[in-house]
Each structure stands twice: as structure tokens, then as C-alpha cells.
């Protein structure tokens, strides 16, 4: 029986998207999600096997990792796309925030990795880790400064794993800017975002999408950044 790939916050948006493509491929898939959704219940009518957990505290990491193990003892990878954008305002806890995000963003993709290890090894032919990362990791962002922080903190993981892990586990990371408008976003905010990247467009979910295909087909990539920003970082 084919391993399953382990998708964190797999229930909206970019996991989802991910998490639909490799059920129709009839890739198993374990799915996590903090709160519910409509979309567990297509999920689950497709197969995936839904994990409820929290990354933004260690006793949630542990206990999702327990469950985790109970459920299968091989991996054919793990994307991690589990994600807060909480960003600083006048009146935040900074302490608090910075935690969260590093808990969340560094972390949980950190104690899951090590603790998964034999679980990716184990799986026969090679297995992936995808950390999905952020186009400010290298920039930064005023506004959101301990979340930019942990995704460049994130991406270093992806250094660290790819040299630890090989040969038997390619590690690599997906680093987006926009590929996705939320359906609140107006249409003067739309119009500034996307001038902010050369090819001024919002390719939408499947961008994310081709890209973890390419590496899970791929038996030559590891340690590496998948930029996916549209030229942004020219402008």
C-alpha cells in the first residue's frame, strides 16, 4: 500500500488545493486542520484521513505527533503548509505573537520531522519534505515582522533537513508571494498587490500545486527554494 503524504492545515486555501490534486492521483494523504471546515467533510468522502491539532502551542506538536504515529508507521513526505499571518499592532502581545508564530512556523515542522524520520525512511523509494516558506523570508516585512522572522527560520530548516536526512529524503521549500486573493480583499487593494510583481498576476492555487508535483517527481532536487513570486523580487 502506497504511504501516505502527511499536508499541515490541509483544509483551505493552498493545502487543500494540494490535498485535492494528490487524492485524485490516489495518493493517500493525512490531512491536518485546527478548526472545522466544510471542505473535512469532502475531504473525508475522498479519503483523506483528517487529524485535528494546534500547532501554536508544544503540548499540541507532541500530541499531534502521537496521534500521527497511530495512525501509520511510513510517510511518502510532508508538506508543511500549516499557517498564522498575525501581524504586530500597538497593542500586541509581542512575546505572545512571536511565540505563536515560531511555534507554528519553526517548531512544529521541526519536532514533526525528527520525530518522522524513520517513519520517511522507511517508505522504500525516496521521500519528500516540503516546508512552504514565504517570499519575505529574505526581504522581511514591516508589517508582519515575527512572521517573516519564522518563515526565514523555516527555510534554514530546510538546509539543516536536506544535509541530515539524504539520501533517502529530499527536503526542499515552495517560497510564494501572492498566488491567492482572499475573497474580502477589494478591488483597489487587488490592483496595488499586483503591480508589486513583473507578470502582475494572480496565478491562483494550482501554482502551488505544479510546484510540489515537480519536486515529488523530481530525484535530483533537495536543499533547495522553489521561488514562486512572479518576479517580485526584481521590482
Same mark, same amino acid.
Given at each position: 500500500?502506497?504511504?501516505?503524504?502527511?499536508?499541515?492545515?490541509?483544509?483551505?486555501?493552498?493545502?487543500?488545493?494540494?490535498?485535492? *490534486?494528490?487524492?485524485?492521483?490516489?495518493?493517500?494523504?493525512?490531512?491536518?486542520?485546527?478548526?472545522?471546515?466544510?471542505?473535512?467533510?469532502?475531504?473525508?468522502?475522498?479519503?483523506?484521513?483528517?487529524?485535528?491539532?494546534?500547532?501554536?502551542?508544544?503540548?499540541?506538536?507532541?500530541?499531534?505527533?502521537?496521534?500521527?504515529?497511530?495512525?501509520? *508507521?511510513?510517510?511518502?513526505?510532508?508538506?508543511?503548509?500549516?499557517?498564522?499571518?498575525?501581524?504586530?499592532? =500597538?497593542?500586541?502581545?509581542?512575546?505572545?505573537?512571536?511565540? $505563536?508564530?515560531?511555534?507554528?512556523?519553526?517548531?512544529? =515542522?521541526?519536532?514533526?520531522?525528527?520525530?518522522?524520520? $524513520?517513519?520517511?525512511?522507511?517508505?522504500?523509494?525516496?521521500?519528500?519534505?516540503?516546508?512552504?516558506?514565504?517570499?519575505?523570508?529574505?526581504?522581511?516585512?514591516?508589517?508582519?515582522?515575527?512572521?517573516?522572522?519564522?518563515?526565514?527560520?523555516?527555510?534554514?530548516?530546510?538546509?539543516?533537513?536536506?544535509?541530515?536526512?539524504?539520501?533517502?529524503?529530499?527536503? $526542499?521549500?515552495?517560497?510564494?508571494?501572492?498566488?491567492?486573493?482572499?475573497?474580502?480583499?477589494?478591488?483597489?487593494?487587488?490592483?496595488?498587490?499586483?503591480?508589486?510583481?513583473?507578470?502582475?498576476?494572480?496565478?491562483?492555487?494550482?501554482?502551488?500545486?505544479?510546484?510540489?508535483?515537480?519536486?515529488?517527481?523530481?530525484?535530483?532536487?533537495?536543499?533547495?527554494?522553489?521561488?514562486?513570486?512572479?518576479?517580485?523580487?526584481?521590482?
Amino acid at each position: 500500500m502506497t504511504a501516505p503524504i502527511l499536508i499541515t492545515g490541509g483544509a483551505q486555501r493552498l493545502g487543500l488545493a494540494i490535498a485535492d *490534486d494528490l487524492l485524485l492521483k490516489n495518493q493517500p494523504v493525512i490531512v491536518t486542520y485546527r478548526s472545522k471546515k466544510p471542505s473535512l467533510d469532502i475531504l473525508n468522502e475522498k479519503g483523506a484521513i483528517l487529524i485535528q491539532a494546534n500547532f501554536a502551542h508544544a503540548d499540541g506538536i507532541a500530541k499531534f505527533i502521537g496521534a500521527l504515529k497511530e495512525e501509520t *508507521d511510513r510517510l511518502r513526505g510532508i508538506i508543511h503548509n500549516a499557517s498564522d499571518w498575525a501581524k504586530e499592532k =500597538p497593542d500586541s502581545d509581542y512575546n505572545a505573537l512571536l511565540l $505563536n508564530m515560531m511555534n507554528v512556523h519553526v517548531n512544529a =515542522p521541526y519536532q514533526i520531522n525528527l520525530a518522522c524520520q $524513520n517513519m520517511l525512511e522507511n517508505n522504500g523509494n525516496f521521500a519528500d519534505i516540503i516546508h512552504m516558506t514565504d517570499f519575505v523570508q529574505e526581504k522581511g516585512s514591516q508589517k508582519h515582522i515575527a512572521y517573516a522572522a519564522s518563515k526565514a527560520a523555516l527555510h534554514n530548516l530546510t538546509l539543516s533537513f536536506s544535509a541530515l536526512l539524504a539520501p533517502k529524503v529530499k527536503v $526542499n521549500s515552495i517560497a510564494p508571494a501572492l498566488l491567492m486573493f482572499n475573497e474580502w480583499d477589494d478591488q483597489n487593494y487587488r490592483q496595488r498587490a499586483l503591480k508589486k510583481s513583473l507578470l502582475q498576476n494572480c496565478p491562483g492555487a494550482k501554482e502551488a500545486v505544479n510546484a510540489v508535483n515537480f519536486i515529488l517527481n523530481s530525484d535530483y532536487v533537495t536543499g533547495q527554494v522553489l521561488h514562486l513570486n512572479g518576479g517580485r523580487h526584481l521590482k
